[in-house]
């Protein structure tokens, strides 16, 4: 790992910060400890100062003081993403955007709504309740607009609404050099220059701060209906979510659970369905465009063996159905409460999905592993919930190789190495598989808009910098798939 900012940098940066922002600029070891890690397997790596902005202008003199010092900047939103995206590699100052959480407007006429990076997805909706519109992009935690911004999220309603790259219309964005920018008006189009909202969609706080949203909402549906229906054999229910979304059928959700995790759910979450690889699906629209749609999708599950539907449509009983599948990581660990969580997914064209999760599912027993698997199968995006003991390291051996084997089958299938958790560190040689020379591209991007390396050091790209020899490094000559070690 290369070395953490000079220890007189450090000092001056933050002596310099406290002259503004006075005890606000916190060092506390627990305070710093406590933002040093996601909810990853990943190791923590603490900052060397903890500050939560209240404004773009205090932003925009936290980005001005770090540049002068060369002193790393890590944007952190709910704390959420699965890949060490917030870990401080290289030290630096944590921008935890937690105060900056208000929504600044609401434009009904336009379904679109403008809010600060620290809102949540929950906290916007229940703002939004007493409107009839709602933001449907839910990718399970409580995850802060920010963050959701940064890593490019998604969800569970991804295959009807889209993720955050379709539902992101403007930016403003505090540059590395302090600069304060707005990627886009309000319009739904334009083809006015380059289009910088979608370069920092997904940038993960490589490339500058994000301190407004401007979002698009959708008026909240009629009706609403969910269903969950198992299948014996998990081919058939990948193939009934293949021809429904093939027919364009417009369900808004429709999610996969196999038998592992089904068994897990039960006892997690106290429910009864049968221990079977399971679809959870639900339908909005009107009375009859949501019959319609149940029936046809009834047809489906017919031809291709599915079990018999169980059907809601009273909120309290939808809503206990979701949670539950946002549990899924959790009822996951409680099936071996000593073993670590290592959370991964790919996507691939609808028409390899089945192919894809069956090998997958081979290889898991094959490993002799738990790894229950978890999808918004409907957009071919599928998680692993891998449990691993890290005290183990044959284990962990084999939990890396089953990894390394999904991430670079979904490539070979014209897939990607993650629909929707992103690079972060944890994922960042798999980048140069997925995307060869394209990543120089990027490299030359964030050399750009950031040449010191002060955003998120370490992160999507290699452009590492030593701040007090100024020597770069980078190293993209390791093979496709390994993993990127503390050692490192």
């Known amino acids: 790992m290369p070395p953490a900012v000079s220890p007189i940098v450090k000092v001056d940066a933050i002596e310099e910060l406290r002259s503004i922002f006075g005890d606000r600029i916190i060092t506390s070891e627990s305070a710093c400890h406590a933002f040093g890690s996601d909810e990853s397997f990943h190791g923590n790596y603490p900052p060397d100062a903890v500050f939560a902005p209240r404004s773009t202008e205090e932003v925009v003199n936290v980005v001005e003081i770090c540049a002068q010092y060369r002193f790393p900047i890590i944007p952190y939103g709910a704390g959420t993403s699965l890949e060490g995206h917030i870990c401080a590699l290289h030290g630096g100052i944590c921008l935890n955007m937690i105060e900056m959480n208000q929504v600044l407007q ?91 909202t979608r370069l920092f969609v997904g940038s993960e706080g490589t490339l500058g701060v994000i301190t407004e949203i401007t979002l698009r909402v959708f008026g909240i549906p009629e009706k609403i209906s969910s269903a969950v229906v198992p299948f014996s054999d998990l081919g058939n229910a990948v193939q009934a979510v293949i021809t429904t979304i093939q027919l364009g059928i417009p369900v808004a959700r429709i999610e996969l659970l196999d038998d592992v995790m089904m068994q897990a759910l039960n006892r997690y979450s106290n429910m009864d369905h049968p221990e079977e690889h399971t679809l959870f699906l639900e339908f909005h629209g ?36 979701w949670q539950a599948r946002h549990d899924a990581a959790y009822a996951a660990k409680a099936m071996r409460p000593n073993a670590e969580i290592w959370a991964t997914d790919v996507c691939v064209p609808i028409s390899r999905l089945a192919e894809c999760i069956l090998d997958t599912k081979a290889d898991i027993v094959k490993s002799n592993l738990q790894a229950p698997i978890v999808g918004h199968v409907g957009d071919g995006n599928f998680h692993l919930v891998l449990l691993v003991d890290h005290t183990d390291p044959e284990e962990v051996k084999r939990a890396e190789g089953l990894h390394e084997r999904m991430v670079m089958r979904a490539l070979e299938m014209e897939g990607t190495s993650t629909g929707e958790h992103g690079i972060g560190y944890g994922k960042l040689d798999f980048l140069v598989a ?15 808009l950031d040449p010191a390396n002060l955003m998120n050091p370490g992160k999507i790209v290699r452009l590492w910098r030593f701040w007090r020899t100024g020597t770069n490094f980078s190293n993209e000559s390791k093979s496709a798939g390994s993993r990127l070690t503390p050692e490192c």
């Open 106 to 196: 609401v434009n009904h006429d336009d379904l679109d709504v403008v809010v600060q990076p620290g809102v949540t997805r929950k906290q916007l909706n229940q703002f939004l309740k007493d409107t009839g519109l709602f933001f449907p992009i839910d990718p399970g935690a409580d995850a802060s607009i920010g963050g959701m911004t940064a890593t490019r999220a998604s969800g569970t309603n991804a295959v009807r609404y889209g993720t955050m790259r379709e539902n992101v219309l403007s930016l403003t964005v505090v540059m590395a050099d302090g600069r304060v920018i707005k990627t886009a008006k309000r319009s739904r189009k334009s083809a006015a220059g380059y289009d910088l």
């Open 434 to 448: 997925e995307h060869g020379e394209a990543v120089s591209v990027m490299r030359s991007l964030k050399k750009a």
């Open 286 to 321: 009107s009375e009859s465009h949501v019959e319609d749609q149940v029936e046809t999708f009834r047809m489906i599950s017919d031809e291709f063996g599915g079990g018999n539907f169980q059907w809601t449509k009273y909120t309290e009983e939808r809503n206990r159905l």
